[in-house]
Nanobody, 119 residues
Framework: QVQFVESGGGLVQPGGSLRLSCAATVEHFSLYHMAWYRQAPGKQREFVARILKDGSTRIADSVKGRFTISRDNAKKTVYLQMNPLRPEDTDVYYC?????????????WGQGTQVTVSS
């Protein structure tokens, strides 16, 4: 049932860094385009970054220059390196399969991982 499991979140000070991980349980992970999203209470889910099956990446303007997305197909894992973090990055972060434009493909969402940036 669960396709993706997010981890790596936590409480960090502004200017700190985190690396989020998204572990996939699907069989054909290497063929998937994958993306990270984030969502705050009462807000819509926001696109953060996506990586295509060929490794091509796109980063949202709001985090460009600070966040990097990568993948390790052998480990069936997508990563989101975040540095430096800002208080406005405080959100629950989710990963999911996506289209080439970064839109999530219909399906179940995981529990996400909480990122809190505060001093």
């Amino acid at each position: 049932q669960v396709q993706f499991v997010e981890s790596g979140g936590g409480l960090v000070q502004p200017g700190g860094s985190l690396r989020l991980s998204c572990a996939a349980t699907v069989e054909h992970f290497s063929l998937y385009h994958m993306a990270w999203y984030r969502q705050a209470p009462g807000k819509q889910r926001e696109f953060v970054a996506r990586i295509l099956k060929d490794g091509s990446t796109r980063i949202a303007d709001s985090v460009k220059g600070r966040f990097t997305i990568s993948r390790d197909n052998a480990k069936k894992t997508v990563y989101l390196q975040m540095n430096p973090l800002r208080p406005e990055d405080t959100d629950v972060y989710y990963c999911n399969r996506c289209t080439t434009s970064g839109s999530p493909i219909a399906g179940s969402w995981g529990q996400g991982t909480q990122v809190t940036v505060s001093s």
